[in-house]
């Protein structure tokens, strides 16, 4: 076993996540260790570490579920305290990192938030930093301290691989996840089509939409990052069955979900919907048709790497 730098591994849980720390916790064979978070009725957070984190090699385990921005706050705060007790080196473990889709100007006068919340985090005393599939690889620039942007594509891949899916298609439902889906489809070795989405004249509401590709007779992978209100996978799955698509099976990293996406998803003919747990989905919104892979074993094997200063690529076989 390669020798750390840092004392042992310690393991704080964030409110974002609980139950994919616990998994974590689980398959790295380390205890999370406890501290107490408490909500002021004004609506302040305040961390007490119930033990000392002197020297320790800390990792927080935070998605940021909603309430979104109490979940930001309450990693700041979080890297602060473990800073403050002197810890050896804190790494932030955000499966969901918020605001990774603000990550350029895309008209005049807008904030450019994904590269705030990189200055944030830094500023806040954060060592490193790991994620799960970024809406754009660019942000991983906005970073001046170290980090891991990892990919949830081989574990959804492995799965889409047991289906058998010999006749079938991957699509992306926009050209903006046409490099993702590129690289699905190499995986997967198959076919790649895309849904284009254009205005209509001066209409903001209204577009057009395009397939490129074949799905005729097929079954159709949709694929992508997220999925928020399940607009963009709305219109492709139903442009792919106009297209004559057979079966249609949904893949995506973040099951974000904001209103009215369960509700759009559950009227779709979609055969079913893959996702993962770097964000817990609410009892309320866990349709029939879901299955959620866990990206603990993905996250759990980079923090022993990172711990004991092994490569993270060699998993990849890169």
Not at 88 to 117: C, E, F, N, W
Not at 209 to 224: A, F, N, S
Request: proline share 5%; net charge negative; charged share 25%.
């Amino acid at each position: 076993m390669p020798h750390s730098n840092y004392n042992e591994i310690k393991l704080y849980a964030g409110s974002g996540c609980p139950e994919l720390a616990q998994k974590i916790s689980d398959y790295i064979n380390v205890p999370l260790s406890s501290w107490s978070i408490l909500d002021f009725p004004n609506e302040n957070i305040w961390i007490q570490l119930n033990g000392s984190a002197r020297g320790k090699d800390v990792y927080i385990i935070h998605s940021h579920n909603r309430p979104v921005h109490r979940n930001i706050m309450e990693t700041l705060i979080a890297i602060d305290c473990l800073k403050r007790d002197s810890a050896g080196r804190v790494t932030v473990v955000l499966p969901y990192l918020a605001y990774s889709q603000s990550d350029q100007k895309t008209m005049p006068r807008v904030p450019i938030t994904a590269r705030l919340m990189a200055d944030m985090l830094e500023v806040a005393g954060a060592d490193r930093w790991m994620t799960v599939d970024l809406h754009a690889g660019q942000i991983q620039g906005f970073y001046k301290i170290p980090g891991d942007s990892l990919t949830a594509r081989h574990l959804i891949s492995d799965y889409l691989k047991s289906k058998n899916l010999d006749n079938a298609v991957v699509v992306t439902p926009d050209l903006g996840f046409a490099k993702g889906g590129r690289k699905y489809a190499d995986e997967l070795g198959l076919p790649l089509a895309f849904v284009e989405k254009r205005r209509l004249g001066n209409d903001l509401r209204r577009e057009a939409l395009t397939l490129i590709g074949d799905v005729d007779h097929k079954d159709v992978i949709i694929v992508d990052d997220l999925v928020d209100t399940a607009g963009s996978i709305s219109q492709a799955v139903k442009t792919v069955k106009k297209n004559g698509a057979r079966d249609v099976y949904v893949a995506f990293t973040h099951a974000v979900l904001s209103d009215p996406a369960a509700e759009r998803l559950r009227d779709l003919p979609i055969k079913e919907i893959i996702t993962t747990d770097t964000l817990p989905i609410p009892a309320e919104k866990m349709l029939p048709n879901i299955t959620v892979l866990s990206v603990s074993t993905l996250l759990g094997e980079v923090i022993l790497r990172s711990h004991e200063g092994r490569s993270v690529g060699e998993l990849f076989n890169e």
